[in-house]
């Protein structure tokens, strides 16, 4: 027997529709009696491809004899109902997705450009240093020494800049904060990437905290501080350091 051929109809006409003789094709296609079952921001274009899919599904669970039901059209009925659940579950996907957080990231030309203006400026002083700029996860996002820096520098750089985007703060602020509260000298020791000296500070972008900047190598936390500030300066980051009279 030929199968039914349908024009476009709610399910419940479908399930009127099928032989008396066939309840689970009946079943398969009657409508929910629970509509919250249905998410009400389904695509109209979805709600369409799953009555289409509906119709060829009738037509295969309609035959006179499933037995002898060629395999191609089993093939094609398993293929159908698979693309009934996709179609099905794809709703609740999208409304998952919108529900992720979304984090602001530093690109990396900005912190480049963050790194070279604090190099500049330590090197009109003199100063031979290692700039860090990490994200705000303190992970390195670049990083760049200048000619004769100090090994040493390379860790402390990443350090510092480390330990200001974890503590949302300035390093210099950190380290005047334990000295004057002894209860808080701990901190010093929370993982080996904390550094709790002066020349980091977060990169505080459209009032969200970034990533972090680290110099380190010049005689002085306060000029640490200042080459850092310059990078910030660079980028259009709010200021840490307060300007010098």
Request: net charge positive; proline share 7%; with cysteine.
């Amino acid at each position: 027997m030929a199968c039914i051929h349908l024009h476009p109809r709610s399910l419940s006409d479908i399930a009127h529709s099928i032989p008396a003789n066939n309840p689970q094709a009946s079943a398969l296609f009657s409508v929910p009696k629970d509509t919250q079952r249905i998410p009400a921001n389904t695509p109209p274009v979805f709600q369409g491809l799953r009555s289409r899919i509906c119709q060829r599904l009738l037509c295969l669970v309609t035959k006179a004899d499933v037995e002898q039901a060629p395999r191609r059209a089993v093939a094609m009925a398993y293929r159908l109902m698979i693309a009934t659940a996709f179609v099905m579950l794809m709703p609740y996907s999208v409304q998952a997705a919108d529900e992720l957080p979304k984090e602001a990231v530093l690109p990396m030309g900005l912190a480049a450009k963050a790194i070279q203006a604090s190099l500049d400026t330590c090197d009109k002083g003199g100063y031979r240093v290692t700039v860090s700029v990490v994200d705000r996860a303190g992970v390195l996002r670049a990083m760049a020494r200048a000619d004769g820096a100090g090994p040493h520098t390379v860790d402390s750089s990443r350090k510092k800049a480390y330990t200001a985007v974890s503590f949302r703060r300035p390093t210099t602020e950190l380290a005047e904060l334990i000295n004057k509260v002894p209860t808080l000298q701990a901190l010093r020791e929370m993982n080996n990437e904390v550094l709790m000296l002066g020349g980091g500070l977060p990169i505080e972008i459209g009032g969200e905290i970034v990533g972090g900047i680290g110099v380190g190598g010049a005689p002085g936390a306060h000029l640490d501080d200042a080459c850092a500030q310059a990078g910030l300066d660079a980028i259009g980051a709010a200021p840490k350091v307060p300007a010098t009279k």
